[in-house]
C-alpha cells in the first residue's frame, strides 16, 4: 500500500464497530468484578443500539459467562461478536490497533505498549494486536510493528492532518527526544501534517501521565471539547484553567480560533482515602452517537447538555462509569474504535 495513500480517520468517521475486552478474574477488576461488568453491560447495550461491539475474551469460559450476562440484560445479542485473545487488562485504548485506512485497504499501527512507561505489567497486552490479526478479527490489513512506546489515549487527530496530544505524556516515555523529534515522528507514523502540543493539564488519580482523551478531544475540525473546572478550591483549578488558555491560543488551519466547548467539573471522587479521575472528556463517539461517562454526579446532565451542543447531529447516551475510574479511566479507555470496512 503506497504509505501517501494512507490517513489517520477521526473517531466520527463511520465505523464498522468498537472493540472492547470482557473484565475477568484475572484482570485488576478481580476485587470489584460485578460492578465492573455491570458497566460493560451498559456500555454494549448502548453501542449495539447504533453498530456491533468486538468483545475480546481470554477463554471458552469466560465468553459463556459474558454472553450469558449481556443476554440476560436483553442486549442485541445479533451485534455482539466474541473473539478470543489473551489480553493482561482491559484498557483497549491502549493497547488496541490504531487504524490508518487507504482507498482499499487499512494498515493496523502496532506501537510497543508498555503498561503506562512500566507501571504494570503488560506484555500479553503489547501483543494483542497480532494475536488480533491471527484470528483473522480484520479485513483487508497489513500490520505495522512499531517499536514505540505510544497509547491510543495520548493521541487524538481531527481527520484532516490535525493531531493534539500532550507534552507531559509524550515525554515521559521518551525523555531522550525533544518537541521537535517527537512531533516529526508521531507526524510520519500517524500521517499528520500539524502537531499541536498541550503543556497544562493533569487530572489525579491518572496515571497514564495525562493522556488528552482525559483532557481534550476534536469534535469537529474547528471544535474541541475539553474537561474545565471552576473550582478555584480544587487542587486542579490553576493547571486546568491554564490548560483552557493554552486551548483557547490554538488555531484551525486555517487560523482561526477553535470553537470551545468547557465540561462541567464533577464533585471529587474519593475511594478509600484516593482522589479518583472523573473526567467527562473521556467520551466515545460511535455511528450516530456519542457515549459519555456519567458518575452519578449532579454534572452528568450538565455534562450531557455540553456535548449535546458539540454533537448536534448525534444522540447523547450516559454511561455509568464510576466504577471504571476506581482502576484510573473511564470509558473511551476502555474501547477502540474499528474503522468501517476494517473487519473481517
Not at 510493528?145 to 507531559?168: H, K, N, P, R, V
Not at 481534550?216 to 478550591?233: L, S
Not at 450531557?304 to 476506581?326: G, K, N, S, Y
Amino acid at each position: 500500500m503506497p504509505p501517501d495513500a494512507l490517513r489517520f480517520p477521526a473517531e466520527w468517521e463511520p465505523q464498522s464497530a468498537v472493540l472492547i475486552a470482557w473484565p475477568h478474574a484475572g484482570t485488576d477488576w478481580a476485587e470489584r468484578l460485578g460492578e465492573v461488568e455491570d458497566t460493560y453491560i451498559a456500555l454494549a447495550a448502548a453501542a449495539t443500539r447504533f453498530q456491533p461491539v468486538v468483545i475480546c475474551v481470554a477463554d471458552a469460559d469466560i465468553e459463556a459467562y459474558a454472553r450469558a450476562r449481556l443476554s440476560s440484560a436483553r442486549v442485541d445479542m445479533s451485534r455482539i461478536r466474541f473473539v478470543e485473545a489473551p489480553y493482561d487488562d482491559t484498557w483497549l485504548r491502549d493497547s488496541g490497533p490504531i487504524t490508518l485506512r487507504g482507498p482499499n485497504a487499512f494498515r493496523l499501527l502496532d506501537f510497543r505498549f508498555t503498561g503506562w512507561g512500566g507501571k504494570f505489567e503488560a506484555s500479553r497486552d503489547d501483543a494483542l494486536v497480532l494475536d488480533l490479526e491471527d484470528v483473522k478479527l480484520f479485513a483487508k490489513s497489513d500490520r505495522q510493528e512499531i517499536d514505540f512506546a505510544l497509547e491510543g489515549g495520548a493521541i487524538e487527530t481531527d481527520g484532516e492532518g490535525t493531531l493534539l496530544t500532550t507534552w507531559t505524556c509524550l515525554h515521559e516515555r521518551h525523555p531522550t527526544l525533544d518537541r521537535n523529534a517527537l512531533g516529526e515522528r508521531l507526524a510520519a507514523w500517524l500521517r499528520q501534517d500539524r502537531v499541536l502540543w498541550l503543556d497544562h493539564g493533569y487530572l489525579e488519580g491518572d496515571d497514564t501521565d495525562a493522556h488528552v482523551d482525559t483532557l481534550a478531544r476534536f469534535a469537529a475540525v474547528d471544535a474541541i471539547v475539553y474537561q474545565a473546572c471552576d473550582d478555584a478550591t480544587d487542587s486542579h483549578f490553576a493547571e486546568l484553567q491554564a490548560m483552557a488558555r493554552e486551548i483557547a491560543a490554538l488555531r484551525t488551519r486555517d487560523g482561526q480560533p477553535y470553537r470551545l466547548f468547557p465540561l462541567p467539573w464533577a464533585q471529587p471522587v474519593i475511594d478509600d482515602g484516593r482522589r479518583l479521575a472523573a473526567s467527562y472528556a473521556n467520551f466515545l463517539i460511535i455511528n450516530g452517537a456519542v457515549l459519555m461517562p456519567a458518575y452519578g454526579d449532579v454534572a452528568d446532565d450538565a455534562a450531557a447538555e455540553v456535548m449535546a451542543r458539540a454533537f448536534p447531529d448525534r444522540e447523547i447516551v450516559q454511561v455509568p462509569c464510576r466504577p471504571l475510574i476506581w482502576q484510573n479511566g473511564s470509558l473511551h479507555c476502555i474501547t477502540m474504535q474499528l474503522p468501517e470496512g476494517l473487519l473481517g
